[in-house]
């Protein structure tokens, strides 16, 4: 169980909110673009929050 002090589950969350926000963008051209964007979101979420809970 998450710790309160535990910022991974924000980073995945804010990971996605940016890939939505820049499938915004995006939109107008491809509806891939806009999902491929917000995967990208995701993975980045996933990225920061691997790094996040290293053990130090």
Same mark, same amino acid.
């Given at each position: ?6 910022? !991974? !589950? ?8 940016? /890939? ?14 806009? !999902? /491929? ?7 980045? /979420? ?11």
């Amino acid at each position: 169980m998450a710790t309160p002090s535990d910022k !991974t !589950t924000w980073a995945i969350g804010g990971g996605a909110l940016l /890939g939505l926000g820049a499938g915004f963008f995006f939109l107008h051209q491809s509806a891939l673009y806009f !999902t /491929g964007s917000l995967i990208a979101g995701l993975g980045i /979420g996933l990225i920061v929050s691997a790094i996040l809970s290293r053990p130090r």
